[in-house]
């Protein structure tokens, strides 16, 4: 099995961020140079919470366990590029994800789901191994769930009631439908990763 540097997949996955942020200068896509710029904030945050706060209050580590995982911040950068570049191919003013092919999305929720689910899980497993929570693994993939469905059926509702604000984001109820299970599929994507290959972490507070 190749091994890829968990630092270099989130240097390689701002760098591509980074060139959606040029492409979106060079069109003067406004939107895209906001997306962007938030996208290379929040990949850089690792390394500010890792410089600025190395020793926060037991239950604020425990929270914010995902961002010092290295391995979990590499599966949400390649998320995030791949996002960015969907929405804007790097130096093209080809839209996939709103435009030339609005089946783009999937890709999105699917990574989408899986990072969103890893982080719930990660989070949910440190609260329980320090004693704050009791949950054993199935209760904890059984709580894990529910809140990836509450946020995912957040996330649509709000996309349906800003629609008319935001004109090309138009979706059916069966295109909503279809976020939803797509997500639930990620996440179960993340249910292998972890429970099969102990990647972004190791279950093993039991």
């Known amino acids: 099995m190749v091994y890829i540097d968990p630092k270099t997949v989130l240097n390689v996955s701002r760098f591509i961020v980074f060139l959606g942020l040029v492409t979106a200068l060079v069109y003067w896509r406004i939107d895209h ?3 962007t710029t938030v996208a290379l904030i929040g990949l850089y945050i690792p390394n500010l919470v890792e410089k600025y ?4 209050p037991s239950k604020i580590a425990l929270i914010l366990s995902p961002i010092y995982n290295v391995n979990s911040m590499a599966v949400l950068g390649i998320f995030i590029a791949i996002h960015v570049s969907l929405v804007n191919v790097p130096f093209t003013t080809i839209d996939l994800f709103h435009k030339e092919w609005r089946n783009a999305d999937m890709i ?4 989408g789901g899986l990072v969103v689910w890893l982080l719930v899980t990660e989070i949910l497993m440190n609260l329980t191994r320090n004693g704050y929570i009791g949950l054993n693994k ?5 709580y894990s769930f529910v809140i990836l469905f509450m946020l995912s059926i957040g996330w649509e509702v709000a996309e349906k009631l800003s629609e008319s604000e935001i004109s090309f984001i138009h979706e059916s109820i069966g295109n ?7 997500n639930t599929l990620g996440a179960l994507f993340g249910v292998y990763l972890v429970f099969r290959k102990n990647y972004p972490f190791k279950l093993d507070w039991d």
């Open 176 to 182: 909503k439908v279809r976020d939803i299970i797509v």
């Open 33 to 35: 140079i906001y997306r």
């Open 138 to 142: 199935r209760k904890l993939l059984i």
């Open 108 to 111: 999105s929720h699917f990574f």
């Open 53 to 56: 706060l190395k020793n926060p």
